[in-house]
């Protein structure tokens, strides 16, 4: 892997980088400096088949929306080439590699966990963790997952984006059954006390009414965290960003139900480098724009 192009707007906390592999695919990948956390958001695969509605990762330059997974030894070497560029001695704070730019972890298990493994056996100047984001396209591996132990703190987060199985499927057209994938997350969280995080996009008029918010509580129940994400522009979506103030009533109603809920809007969307944005700017023989 060898870093093609660095993004930065002036002044911003994030950087998105463009990285090439041996045989000529390059995937995307954002490192976000927080006061209190390195955050590098890398990706497992080139492309992604699950193809979230929201997404810009599954629709690629040409029409091609799934290349080929990552190696384990790609995926280290992505993260490590842009550590690399970190200053740790002027922002000694805490590392997180997040496995949650494109792709889906959970199809590339195997050797996600060779790198989970590479990483963490790997001295860093910083205390280091890992997060892993999954769509819940294998709730057997979810469980399989909570059967492993990790010498680093590790977190899960789980794509909800509806409270049912048909306001998903509008938004993430390849899934799983949602009963499935919470009880999978469950056993999960019994299984190994990890901490996990309920992922949610808000698409205005889609999965952001406030029944929507009371689905959700009947459907996971008091003692879960949900983080909300402010849907960000990408090319193609059929989305709009919920009002803002909606936003606040929705998780007003969680609160309330007893889980705990929190929100983000990410500053990366200017080099379209935020959560949903990451795609293929680059395909074998040269570039062909943004998709």
């Known amino acids: 892997m060898k870093i093609l192009e660095r993004v930065s707007p002036p002044g911003g906390i994030a950087t998105k980088y463009l990285q090439e592999t041996n045989?000529?695919?390059?995937?995307?990948?954002?490192?976000?400096?927080?006061?209190?956390?390195?955050?590098?958001?890398?990706?497992?695969?080139?492309?992604?088949?699950?193809?979230?509605?929201?997404?810009?990762?599954?629709?690629?330059?040409?029409?091609?929306?799934?290349?080929?997974?990552?190696?384990?030894?790609?995926?280290?070497?992505?993260?490590?080439?842009?550590?690399?560029?970190?200053?740790?001695?002027?922002?000694?704070?805490?590392?997180?590699?997040?496995?949650?730019?494109?792709?889906?972890?959970?199809?590339?298990?195997?050797?996600?966990?060779?790198?989970?493994?590479?990483?963490?056996?790997?001295?860093?100047?910083?205390?280091?963790?890992?997060?892993?984001?999954?769509?819940?396209?294998?709730?057997?591996?979810?469980?399989?997952?909570?059967?492993?132990?990790?010498?680093?703190?590790?977190?899960?987060?789980?794509?909800?984006?509806?409270?049912?199985?048909?306001?998903?499927?509008?938004?993430?057209?390849?899934?799983q059954p949602i009963s499935e994938i919470v009880a999978a997350v469950r056993a999960y969280r019994e299984r190994c006390g990890r901490p996990v995080v309920w992922n949610y996009v808000l698409c205005a008029g889609v999965n952001d009414r406030l029944e929507h918010a009371e689905q959700i509580v009947r459907l996971l129940g008091p003692g879960w965290h949900v983080k909300f994400t402010r849907l960000n522009p990408a090319v193609g979506s059929p989305f709009r960003p919920t009002p803002r103030e909606r936003v606040e009533q929705f998780r007003r109603i969680l609160e309330e139900g007893g889980l705990s809920a929190a929100y983000t809007e990410t500053d990366e969307s200017g080099i379209q480098a935020g959560c949903g944005q990451l795609s293929y700017h680059y395909a074998r023989g040269g570039r062909h724009g943004d998709t």
């Open 23 to 175: 045989d000529g695919f390059v995937v995307e990948a954002t490192y976000i400096r927080r006061p209190e956390k390195h955050t590098l958001c890398v990706s497992t695969q080139v492309g992604c088949p699950i193809g979230c509605r929201f997404c810009a990762s599954g629709r690629r330059s040409k029409g091609s929306l799934y290349q080929r997974s990552l190696t384990s030894a790609e995926m280290v070497e992505e993260c490590c080439n842009i550590a690399q560029e970190m200053d740790f001695a002027a922002h000694c704070r805490p590392l997180t590699f997040a496995f949650m730019g494109e792709g889906e972890p959970f199809l590339n298990f195997d050797e996600c966990l060779k790198a989970f493994y590479a990483l963490a056996a790997m001295s860093w100047p910083v205390p280091m963790q890992l997060a892993v984001s999954t769509s819940g396209i294998r709730p057997d591996l979810i469980r399989r997952l909570g059967e492993i132990t990790f010498s680093v703190r590790l977190k899960l987060h789980v794509s909800l984006h509806g409270p049912s199985d048909d306001i998903r499927f509008q938004i993430m057209p390849v899934t």
